[in-house]
């Protein structure tokens, strides 16, 4: 038995670096959002077949397109590492759970993360095409947006837009998988819920970590282009209005939300999102930038867990 464990000891660590490129443990916590949107708009869980295909589907795509990020941004990350070695093994940035940059480190190589891309690609047109083809050109779309946010890094902060296009990508595609015909203001709700907290919650705390490296290297990000206060203050307006408008969504959800489910939802509002976007607006440091990062990447578990309370307490 303990031979069998230490053969495989490899093969494990092996699999920590492809995890790591995909950011598996943040993406998880980024996969909450399309069950979210699926389940407020069908007013339940969908049915056994879409859901073991959703969450394959679901799983490849946020997986493929996090290695995606990491495999265009290559250059810039490796870059940044070699000036701030810190990151690498910086334990209390989420995203560094694992690795940070594992290409960019040469744990992997770029063949290696190529196939391992191309791979988890493939299998989420497959399982999108299943449920709606529509979601295909959704996802296709979310890759290519990917692809020119990596581009502008030297061009134009306002790539923090094109990211948070991106995020919304697997949520909308998740709401037209159960239904090909959903409400547009549902959809525009969505949207605009889930591209605000990306950019304050998550694109601009991000770029506030690395700062210092990003102005020497000539990238272009809104804390960079700004300055840090411009940047904390839209960072936290954006915050308070995804979620003015999560309530919202989660009001004209089939669900029927009563004030006692909502309450736990505007909880988690103050705690992941308003209480450490107040403080970086207050204290201006990293550490602060830091901390609304990792809260904020709990906010769709949140959502997640709010709207199964709503299911199970309605049946």
Known sequence: MADSILSALPVLSRLRLFLALSRTLHGVLDMAAPFVGAFLWLGGLPSLRVGLIGVGTIFAGYTA??????????????????????????????????????LAQEALSRKEALIWTVAWFL?????????????????????SLEALYCLLVRVSPLRALVNGAVKTAGPMAAVLAVDPHPSLFFLALLFCSIFLWEVGGQNIPADWSDLETDRSLGAKTIPVALGIRPAAAISLVSLLLASILTLILFTV????????????????????????????????????????FNRASFWPLCLLLVALLGIFTRI
């Open 65 to 102: 397109v996090y290695a995606l990020n990491d495999l265009l941004g290559y250059r810039l990350d490796r870059d940044k590492l070699q000036q701030q070695q810190q990151n690498s093994s910086d334990g209390t940035y989420l995203d560094s759970a694992l690795m940070r940059h594992p």
């Open 123 to 143: 299998l989420a047109i497959a399982g999108a095409w299943i449920l709606n083809p529509i979601c295909v050109a959704i996802f296709l779309g979310a890759g």
């Open 253 to 292: 959800s089939p669900l029927s939300f009563s004030w006692w489910h909502l309450l736990p939802l505007a909880g988690a509002a103050v705690y992941c999102l308003l209480v450490p976007g107040v403080r970086l607006v207050l204290g201006l440091s990293s550490k602060d930038s830091v901390l609304l």
